[in-house]
């Protein structure tokens, strides 16, 4: 019971990092530039992109991967039916997932409901053939953008295709840019609209069909789980480094090597994708991949120092829950700077230190409210839309 006790822990700790990045990540993209910033200020600006940016929203899809799998093994344990309930699951987090995009402009959950179904197939498959799916994956993107450039090359030739590329990109930034515009309305009926009609945009094109992201993160949390990294990760430790410095060198290479130059190739366009999407990395080599150093780091201090992580607790107690604190941050973030609300526009040292006092708030009260009841309240209820009937909330009383 202790170790199962210490795995969840642990697997909290790293949802809490991960809300705690957002937090920074967030604040900073509305930030304003200063002109005359400060040595610290501009450092810190620098290193919001460099470390952070991408990395904890990766670290987010992860655990929500593992979190599925953590549930799926749970009730073939139990020898109970699953598929019905876990669809039932994601249907619930679809909800918050549009309410977290249509209200407040952030798209991750729906994406994450979607993309849940799937895992229902791979949940037999042995650890090998979800590795080479997750890669498979991971060069999704690519693939796709070779084999349409492939085939509308083909059918209506190079200069066409090309100028249909053009045409479409010069369309989407288009739309982007009028519908950003759109989204700083002065009167939140306009930005509803506005987001709404993103929804419409975002949803139809083709990376929201492609498991390049989203799916990819969540077997690579399934990968983490069957491989046993998360529940014994002191069996696992030279595995766990191999991971950290594949993630390390991956994030150095995007960083500072890729893209390579390809300027002036020439040959049939096709031919030009594919180079261009194998000099930056055809979507296996990756900077977010720095985040197995991050989860990797946790994981070696839970296998040699595990009384350490009662100094991470505060971590633990946002990421139990997850959920309610991921919604209440976009909704503090919403309000804070849309020109509808607040329209605060705080410079990085002052968007460092909101996001860095508001996640200890947020931490303080996730910890009062777990020392009375047993769930988030949005846990609680993502967990009666999922049973059809409420959970007992509140603390067993010993």
Do not use: K
Request: hydrophobic letters at 55%; zero cysteines; aromatic letters at 14%.
């Amino acid at each position: 019971m202790r170790d199962a006790l210490e795995r969840i822990h642990v697997l909290d700790i790293l949802r809490g990092i991960a809300l705690a990045g957002m937090f920074l990540v967030h604040f900073n993209l509305y930030a304003v530039d200063e002109d005359s910033p400060s040595r610290l200020s501009a450092l810190y600006g620098s290193m919001v992109p460099l470390l952070f940016e991408e990395r904890f929203w990766a670290m987010f899809g992860i655990l929500f991967g593992v979190g599925f799998a953590v549930q799926m093994r749970r009730a073939e344990a139990r020898g109970a039916a699953f598929t019905t309930t876990y669809l039932r699951r994601l249907a619930a987090l679809a909800g918050f997932g549009f309410i977290a995009h249509a209200v407040f402009g952030f798209n991750v959950l729906l994406g994450y409901a979607a993309w849940g179904v799937p895992l229902l197939l791979v949940r037999n498959w042995p650890v090998r053939r979800v590795v080479i799916a997750a890669v498979i994956s991971a060069a999704s993107w690519s693939v796709f953008d070779i084999a349409q450039a492939g085939y509308r090359s083909a059918a209506a030739g190079d200069e066409a295709y090309q100028a249909e590329r053009t045409a479409v990109a010069d369309g989407n930034r288009a739309f982007l840019s009028e519908n950003r515009a759109a989204q700083e309305a002065p009167h939140y009926p306009a930005v509803f609209r506005a987001r709404l009609q993103h929804m419409s945009w975002f949803y139809a094109q083709a990376f929201s069909f492609l498991p390049v992201n989203t799916f990819t993160l969540f077997l690579l949390g399934v990968i983490g789980l069957r491989a046993g990294l998360f529940d014994a990760p002191a069996r696992h430790q030279w595995v766990i480094a191999v991971l950290m410095v594949f993630g390390a060198a991956s994030w150095a290479i995007t960083h500072w090597l890729l893209p390579v130059e390809i300027d002036g190739l020439e040959g049939p366009l096709v031919a030009r994708v594919a180079a261009g999407r194998l000099a930056a990395g055809f979507g296996v080599i990756r900077e977010m991949w720095l985040v197995f150093a991050y989860i990797g780091a946790v994981l070696l201090v839970a296998a040699h120092r595990p009384a350490w992580l009662r100094w991470l607790a505060p971590f633990g107690w946002t990421g139990r829950m997850a959920l309610t604190n991921y919604i209440v941050q976009i909704a503090i973030l919403d309000v804070a700077f849309s020109n509808y609300a607040l329209r605060l526009a705080p410079t990085r040292m002052q968007a460092l230190a909101a996001a860095v006092a508001l996640f200890g708030a947020n931490a303080l009260v996730s910890r009062w409210w777990l020392s009375r009841y047993r769930f988030g309240p949005l846990e609680w209820i993502w967990r009666t839309l999922t049973y059809g009937r409420p959970p007992l909330i509140a603390p067993a009383r010993t």
